[in-house]
């Protein structure tokens, strides 16, 4: 499957952004899909993942209760709404699939097979 993330930018602290996700290929339904950041210089982090028919999510704690992972399997599409956002969410932003995740939640970089080519969002003070 091949992912391409977009919605990034520009926002002052307090807003909100939509970042979405579209996936190539019929399977899109049979993946968990999910996303990382990375800020710079520090290391890759999980942010979100949501189950293949959407019945169950899981956020990381830096982002709980602010952001939400949300998909339309008949879109091939998956979003991150993101909201009162603060300047350390700042980082690249990667959509991933995995389809053999061990156990939920799928936290873990090696449990995605699929990963898109990342999209910048950049929150000012």
């Known amino acids: 499957v091949q992912l391409q993330a977009s919605g990034g930018g520009l926002v002052q602290a307090g807003g909100s952004l939509r970042l979405s996700c579209a996936a190539s290929?019929?399977?899109?339904?049979?993946?968990?899909m999910g996303w990382f950041r990375q800020a710079p210089g520090k290391e890759r982090e999980f942010v979100a993942a949501?189950?293949?028919?959407?019945?169950?999510?899981h956020h990381a704690d830096s982002v709980k209760g602010r952001f939400t992972i949300s998909r339309d399997n008949a879109k091939n599409t998956v979003y991150l709404q993101m909201n009162t956002l603060k300047p350390e969410d700042t980082a690249v932003y990667y959509c991933?699939?995995?389809?053999?995740?061990?156990?939920?939640?799928?936290?873990?970089?090696?449990?995605?097979?699929?990963w898109g080519q990342g999209t910048l969002v950049t929150v000012s003070s």
């Open positions: 290929g019929r399977t899109f339904s049979s993946y968990v």
């Open positions: 991933v699939a995995s389809s053999r995740y061990e156990r939920w939640p799928p936290r873990a970089s090696y449990e995605y097979d699929y």
């Open positions: 949501i189950s293949q028919r959407g019945g169950l999510t």
